[in-house]
């Protein structure tokens, strides 16, 4: 499938995603903290919706993702809207070196895809040296409720002329995860025929307590909790944790 192709699929999955709502907790977050830098790195950019978005706020922005398609997607939507994004291919467990960032977003539960703890650790590990003292860094992923309430065996449906989706989560072999097995018939304009593309994503999450943990570790401190695009505190049925902090 050509990267064009997937990206469709990818960015009309995410189409009811609050992009706009990442955005103002960020700048919520920047003012709370006195945050003056706007050298921002969006870590897991994907198709670079969010980059984008930043940059028509006034960030100089930077993307970084592991999907080379995605990135190719990212940087064609950069040069429509003619925002002088700087993209790159990276693993963001094994991060080199971009420069010195204010502010290092990884957004839209992307580090729920990483496989165990040390890639999460290592991640944190990746950030705090990239960030600038006194910079902010803020990240936000499924709470152990969503998963476990919401995902597990759940199924979830899309239906226009053009694409249809079937979307069935499972519950995973690793605690607090699951696998999204998802099915996609796509429209062929030129045969009148639909496509099917299949996809299996596997997303894992901890209790606050373990990312707090793994922070720490990283050497951040003061963090805190919010929930679902609030600065309020979480309680038993947030399903979307926000983690905020600054680099002493």
């Known amino acids: 499938m050509s990267y064009e192709r997937f990206a469709y699929l990818y960015d009309e999955l995410m189409q009811d995603v609050p992009y706009d709502e990442w955005v103002k907790i960020v700048e919520a977050y920047k003012e709370r903290y006195q945050v003056n830098g706007m050298k921002l790195l969006d870590l897991a950019c994907g198709t670079g919706e969010l980059s984008v978005r930043f940059a028509q706020k006034g960030y100089d922005v930077t993307g970084a993702d592991l999907s080379g398609d995605m990135l190719s997607v990212a940087q064609m939507k950069a040069q429509a809207q003619s925002m002088p994004i700087q993209f790159f291919q990276q693993d963001m467990t094994e991060l080199e070196e ?11 539960d992307s580090l729920n895809y990483l496989k165990d703890e040390q890639a999460v650790k290592k991640t944190f590990e990746g950030v705090y040296r990239l960030l600038k003292k006194g ?20 199924t979830f449906t899309w239906d226009d002329e053009e694409i249809t989706y079937i979307w069935n989560s499972f519950k995973g072999d ?12 796509v429209l062929d304009e030129r045969t009148g025929k639909y496509d099917r593309v ?11 307590a373990i990312y707090v ?10 963090i805190e909790i919010t929930g679902d695009y609030s600065l309020k505190a979480p309680d038993s049925t947030t399903e979307r944790l926000f983690f905020a902090m600054i680099k002493s």
């Not at 971009?98 to 839209?108: A, R, S, T």
């Not at 902010?136 to 709470?143: C, E, G, N, Q, R």
């Not at 690793?174 to 018939?185: A, G, K, M, Q, R």
Request: hydrophobic fraction near 40%; include cysteine.
């Open 98 to 108: 971009l420069g010195e960032f204010d502010i290092i977003g990884i957004f839209c």
């Open 135 to 154: 910079g902010l860094f803020i990240f936000d992923v499924h709470s152990v409720y969503k998963m476990r309430d919401i995902f597990a065996d759940a």
């Open 174 to 185: 690793d605690p607090h995860s699951v696998e999204h097995e998802l099915t996609f018939f």
């Open 198 to 208: 299949d996809e299996v994503h596997y997303q894992r999450t901890y209790p606050e």
């Open 213 to 222: 943990e793994l922070l720490k570790q990283a050497g951040f401190e003061n």
